[in-house]
């Protein structure tokens, strides 16, 4: 079973940066996919970035493509989404996703962590 927790969300002013980290435990192996996804009250799950440890495949929806900045330490077993230049859209309950499995999908992981907020406001 693997455990995901992140954390770093927080309330911060447009154009503001914040850093997310998510830390994992419990894989059985090196070959997994992990990604951020958000959810913005009354909207569905976005997901927001990804890279997959088993085919090398990265992802970033468009929405933050230049902003946002995905990053790990696989022997930590930690990944890090750095987001710059925030907006108030990316207001949202960002979360932190697992799977065994190639690619970057945007649906159908296994695992999840529990969210942190991030609120961006003036």
């Known amino acids: 079973q693997v455990h995901l927790v992140e954390s770093g969300g927080g309330l911060v002013q447009p154009g503001d940066s914040l850093t997310l980290s998510c830390v994992a435990s419990?894989?059985?192996?090196?070959?997994?996919?992990i990604g951020w996804f958000r959810q913005a009250p009354g909207k569905g799950r976005e997901g927001v970035s990804c890279?997959?440890?088993?085919?090398?495949?990265?992802y970033y929806a468009d929405s933050v493509k230049g902003r946002f900045t995905m990053s790990g330490d696989n022997a930590k077993k930690m990944v890090y989404l750095r987001m710059n230049s925030l907006k108030p859209e990316d207001t949202a309950l960002y979360f932190c996703?697992?799977?065994?499995?190639?690619?970057?999908?945007?649906?159908?992981?296994?695992?999840w962590g529990r969210g942190t907020q991030v609120t961006v406001s003036s």
């Open positions: 996703a697992t799977d065994y499995r190639p690619g970057c999908p945007l649906r159908g992981y296994a695992y």
């Open positions: 419990g894989f059985t192996s090196d070959y997994y996919t």
């Open positions: 890279i997959s440890r088993s085919d090398g495949t990265t």
